[in-house]
């Protein structure tokens, strides 16, 4: 059974930095794989996604700030956050393998999140200004 945790969340002034985890486990190979936020009241979006040959994607939202990465030998996936913004405040979710044909690189275009089949729990990132 694959198991999805992520952990890194955090509270952090404006400008600031945090470096998010996810572990996965029971998953065999390079899936694809994205991080996803969603804030109070607002729907989960895609923000970023890593492809089985480690091409990566942004959300225009994040493009330049965020980067996102993996450690294939440890089956975790990073999401390093610079210049952190008021708006960035969300729940964030990693997510694996993308099902019904829609492309790991399209993640941040999709309008919808059901495609993806794991999903962790969540951890909460607070940027204050």
């Known amino acids: 059974q694959v198991h999805v945790m992520e952990s890194g969340g955090g509270s952090v002034q404006a400008g600031g930095s945090l470096i998010l985890a996810c572990t996965v486990s029971?998953?065999?190979?390079?899936?694809?794989m994205g991080w996803f936020r969603q804030a109070p009241g607002q729907e989960r979006v895609g923000i970023a996604a890593i492809g089985p040959d480690d091409s990566t994607t942004y959300a225009d939202s994040v493009l330049g700030r965020f980067t996102i990465s993996r450690d294939n030998t440890e089956n975790t996936l990073f999401l390093r956050m610079n210049n952190l913004k008021p708006e960035d405040t969300s729940m964030y979710y990693c997510?694996?393998?993308?099902?019904?044909?829609?492309?790991?690189?399209?993640?941040?275009?999709?309008?919808?999140?059901?495609?993806?089949?794991?999903w962790g729990k969540g951890t909460l990132v607070t940027i204050s200004s």
């Open positions: 029971s998953l065999t190979g390079r899936p694809c």
């Open positions: 997510a694996a393998v993308t099902l019904g044909g829609v492309r790991c690189m399209d993640i941040p275009k999709m309008r919808t999140t059901h495609y993806m089949n794991y």
